[in-house]
């Protein structure tokens, strides 16, 4: 299993920018692939950016080129770097955690609100 806990959510105006955090409870090394989802109200939750293991990225088509997931092997960190923010990026942001191939896990989520 793993345990992940998000940081970095708030309230920011558009154009703003935010950074989203997340540490799982094990090695990032020993999970196949780290993402962070959202969930706007109203609608289905989906994929905003994931990055396997070996490092490979993939972002979904509204947020290219605004915002870039990264993570820290010293601290064991993934982040959610978010700029040019937009209203209709106001969410709950999710970290999930794809331990191995279809074996999800899940974090408390983080309000992010953008104010037009």
């Known amino acids: 299993q793993v345990q992940l806990v998000e940081s970095g959510g708030g309230l920011v105006q558009t154009g703003g920018s935010l950074r989203l955090s997340c540490v799982p409870s094990?090695?990032?090394?020993?999970?196949?692939?780290m993402g962070w989802y959202r969930q706007a109200p109203g609608k289905q939750r989906e994929l905003v950016a994931d990055?396997?293991?070996?490092?490979?990225?993939n972002y979904a088509a509204s947020v290219k080129g605004r915002f870039t997931i990264s993570r820290d092997d010293a601290i064991n960190t993934v982040y959610l770097q978010m700029n040019s923010l937009k209203p209709e990026d106001t969410a709950v942001y999710y970290c999930?955690?794809?331990?191995?191939?279809?074996?999800?896990?899940w974090g408390q989520g983080t309000q992010v609100t953008v104010s037009s």
């Open positions: 094990r090695s990032i090394f020993s999970i196949y692939a």
């Open positions: 999930n955690a794809e331990l191995t191939i279809a074996h999800y896990y």
């Open positions: 990055i396997t293991s070996r490092g490979s990225t």
